[in-house]
Structures are given as C-alpha cells and as structure tokens.
DNA sequence: AGTTCATGTAACTTTTTATAACATAAGACG
DNA sequence: CGTCTTATGTTATAAAAAGTTACATGAACT
C-alpha cells in the first residue's frame, strides 16, 4: 500500500504537535535530532516539521530509553535495521522490471514534490 | 474501522499546514469559519488546530465553491447531511444492547479526553 | 448605481519556535 | 570520593506564525 506510505511520511506537524503526541518536551525532542536519531524537515521559516513516521520514532526511543538503553545503542539498532533494509533492497532489485522501476521512480517523484492539490483524484488527502 | 476515526478527528494540524494541504488562504479557512462551515479546535494558545476530517471538508467545500455554489448553499447540503445522520442514529439506537452502549459511551470519552500516551498498546499512534 | 459575496490586505498583538548558553541530577569510573 | 558523561531543564533573545480587526475590492445581481 505505497499511498498510506506517503501519507505517513508527509512532514506537517510542528512541535508543539509532537510533544503532546509523544509526551516528550521539545528539549528532547531537538536533543534527539541533534543525535541524528530523528531530523525533521524544515519550513521556508526554518521550523520544525515532521511526520506520523517521524512521531512512530520518537515513541520508540522514547520505550528505548525508559527501558535504560543509551542515545549509542539506539544508534546502533537503527544502524542495524539500515543495513538490512539496503540488503533487502538490493535482493528486490535483482527482478525489478523496467515498468516496475519507473513506478517507484515516479513514486519518489511524487513524494518529493509534495502534495498535488489539484489532482481530483486526490478524493481524500489521507 | 474505530480507531481510524479517532486518528481522522484528532485536531494536531496549525493553519498553516492546513493552507499547504488545501490550497487555500488563510483568509478563506478562517471565513469558511465565520460561516460555520468548519470550526477546528483551539490550542491553549488560542491557535486553530485542524483535524484530518477538517482538511477532507475544506477541500469538499473548495470544489463546490468551484463549481459556482456559494456558501449558503453548502450550508443546505450540510444540513441534510446531518438530518440524515440523526435518521441513521434513530434507527441504529433502536436495537443497541446495554454492552454496545456502554461501549459506544467509552468511545466518546477517549475522543474528548484526547490521546492517553502513556497507554502501552497504543503501539503505533496513527 | 447600489448591494452582496468571497477574498485581499494592512496594522498590531500574542503565541510558538529557534538557537545558544549555562545548570544539574544520576551514573559510570578511575 | 571527585570527576566526567549523559540526558534534560532553564533562561534569554530573536524571528516566524497566527490571532483579531478594519478597510478595500472585483464580480455578480438586482
């Protein structure tokens, strides 16, 4: 379902959002980001915004570290779970199609564009 | 499909995200307001904060407005909407055992009480 | 020509967020 | 024990976002 992924992944919540969301305060929030854990995009005015993938991760360090890891043993976790995805990845593109290819190309485009509001396709946004 | 609903109502989205979204000025939101159309929450900054069925609504009424309705007129079709909601809700009620209540009652609760964080089933927050 | 509707714009205030620096409690450790 | 590190609190200051209010305006209607 790559549209829920897109929708997942759209940065519009500011941090005052996050931190009732998440229960963390925006010191740990940002000390987080600044131990590149979760690094937010930013707005034309340089403030924080993230997504509901971005808020799934905060909860996660947030169960980590109550459950008395560090910042460096979660790094070391994603770092691990990175490593995988990038195996998986290559594995998939062993039988990609070249029809397939542009589909998740296109894909990308999209996400990096942002929204289309125009599309009347686009029924419900999320 | 409850729990989706809960995510759809939650009010975490500034004005500003909510332009970006729709496509519309901040001048039309907050006049669409005036009308009654969509009245989002307020922070305890005063600060409107938008839901994901607001931004679905908004959108609804860009469209009519579009298509030459003017605002009156979309206020008729809100109208019959919800009539016609209350219809459903009549007959529904008609044979809602004490348990299905109770439960619909509990539901109530959680969405006007808004997000428990420290609920640890709530794995995934959206 | 005058009125209404939907929207733009400008002025001013309050709230939110950013950054940076200093403070500190709890553990780790020589 | 004293010191270092880690994660977080606190405070000061600046800038961005958003609130309210009032006035302006083009298009459509009568």
Redesign the pocket.
């Given at each position: 379902m790559k549209e829920k992924d897109l929708r997942r992944s759209l940065s519009v919540l500011?941090?005052?959002?996050v931190?009732k969301l998440t229960d963390l305060?925006?010191?740990?929030i940002?000390?987080?980001e600044e131990?590149k854990l979760v690094i937010p995009k930013r707005?034309?005015?340089?403030?924080?915004m993230y997504s509901l993938n971005d808020i799934d991760e905060l909860l996660e360090i947030k169960d980590y570290?109550s459950d008395g890891l560090?910042?460096?043993d979660i790094k070391k976790i994603y770092a691990e779970r990175a490593s995988k995805k990038v195996e998986e990845q290559k594995r998939l593109s062993k039988n990609l199609s070249d029809q397939e290819a542009r589909m998740l190309l296109s894909d990308e485009i999209i996400k990096v564009s942002g929204l289309n509001p125009d599309d009347p396709s686009n029924n419900s946004t999320f």
């Open positions: 500011p941090i005052g959002t931190m305060t925006a010191r740990q940002r000390y987080y131990q707005n034309e005015g340089n403030r924080r570290l560090n910042i460096s």
